[in-house]
T-cell receptor, first 111, second 115 residues
Framework: DGGITQSPKYLFRKEGQNVTLSCEQNLNHDAMYWYRQDPGQGLRLIYY???????QKGDIAEGYSVSREKKESFPLTVTSAQKNPTAFYLCASSKLKDTQYFGPGTRLTVL | AQSVTQPDIHITVSEGASLELRCNYS??????LFWYVQSPGQGLQLLLK??????LVQGIKGFEAEFKRSQSSFNLRKPSVHWSDAAEYFC?????????????FGAGTQVVVTP
């Protein structure tokens, strides 16, 4: 089955902790994206990557970091510098300049 | 500045009635356009897209959308809604000159379907 998987589905973080959200795709897509979704605000782009070992900041990159060591994987780390990390995080992938397909999401809650 | 506006935050419609969701955009380049649907706690599912050609686009689940360049709009329609259409709908716009394929999303329209 081709698709995008995200894990975990739910994640809880204590103040001052870094946490890493996983995103894997087996669609052979070159581009991958991370979005943050808050109620009433739509989706906002955090980071994106077009090729392995290269990525670019999106609109709200502060407090987040990513890596792209493999074409299939694009993990997102939410660092302690992110002041308000509670949100729903969505990963997407696409061929270049083509339709983005989304994973099921990870809901992160700060305790 | 590039922007996408979905003027209606919330729409209530009776089952069997028609539905129209509005999307307006402000983009300097030739846009490509999408509508996605999201059920609670889920990811986004693509309903339809417009890249070029016929401005009336057919999608899944009986939805269609019309691109009107003169009005900078890409409104989504369905002739007869089903209870399963209750969800949040997002319009998204990208610039055809943007090699990264970055999308700008609207804030979403929540659709409630009543019996």
């Amino acid at each position: 089955d081709g698709g995008i998987t995200q894990s975990p589905k739910y994640l809880f973080r204590k103040e001052g902790q870094n946490v890493t959200l996983s995103c894997e795709q087996n669609l052979n897509h070159d581009a991958m994206y991370w979005y943050r979704q808050d109620p009433g605000q739509g989706l906002r782009l955090i980071y994106y990557s077009q090729i392995v070992n290269d990525f670019q900041k999106g609109d709200i990159a502060e407090g987040y970091s990513v890596s792209r060591e493999k074409k299939e994987s694009f993990p997102l780390t939410v660092t302690s510098a992110q002041k308000n990390p509670t949100a729903f995080y969505l990963c997407a992938s696409s061929k270049l300049k083509d339709t983005q397909y989304f994973g099921p999401g990870t809901r992160l809650t700060v305790l | 500045a590039q922007s996408v506006t979905q003027p209606d935050i919330h729409i209530t419609v009776s089952e069997g009635a028609s539905l129209e969701l509005r999307c307006n955009y402000s983009y300097g380049a030739t846009p490509y356009l999408f509508w996605y649907v999201q059920s609670p706690g889920q990811g986004l599912q693509l309903l339809l897209k417009y890249f070029s050609g016929d401005t009336l686009v057919q999608g899944i689940k009986g939805f269609e959308a019309e691109f009107k360049r003169s009005q900078s709009s890409f409104n989504l329609r369905k002739p007869s809604v089903h209870w399963s259409d209750a969800a949040e709908y997002f319009c998204a716009v990208g610039a055809s000159t943007d090699s990264w394929g970055k999308l700008q999303f609207g804030a979403g329209t929540q659709v409630v379907v009543t019996p």
